[in-house]
Nanobody, 121 residues
């Protein structure tokens, strides 16, 4: 059974840093990604990483502050977030794709339950 389990989150201040983790089990994937969804908004792509080659792609809104990485041995993917802003407040989801894993949620086959954090000003 495929499982993606995120960890990290909580209450933060503007300018803080946070690292989210996602543990994957059940199979290997071609691409792992991070998305977020703020209240009343659509799910938004943040970053993705190719599991085998490590190719990375970021959304323009986060590429100067967020870093995605992976640990193949532990089957984990991480999202390091720096200089957090109130507008980063959202539920963050780890996602996995057997295909090309682009920037659309529909391109991902599996999802974690999400982890929430709030950034106050």
């Amino acid at each position: 059974q495929v499982q993606l389990v995120e960890s990290g989150g909580g209450l933060l201040q503007a300018g803080d840093s946070l690292r989210l983790s996602c543990a994957a089990s059940g199979r290997t994937f071609n691409v792992m990604g991070w998305f977020r969804q703020a209240p009343g908004k659509e799910r938004e792509f943040i970053a993705r990483i190719n599991w085998k080659f490590g190719w990375i792609y970021y959304a323009d809104s986060v590429k100067d502050r967020f870093t995605i990485s992976r640990d193949n041995a532990k089957n984990m993917v991480f999202l390091q977030m720096n200089s957090l802003k109130p507008e980063d407040t959202a539920v963050y989801y780890c996602a996995a794709s057997s295909g090309i894993g682009g920037t659309s949620p529909s391109q991902y086959n599996y999802w974690g339950q999400g982890t929430r954090f709030t950034v106050s000003s």
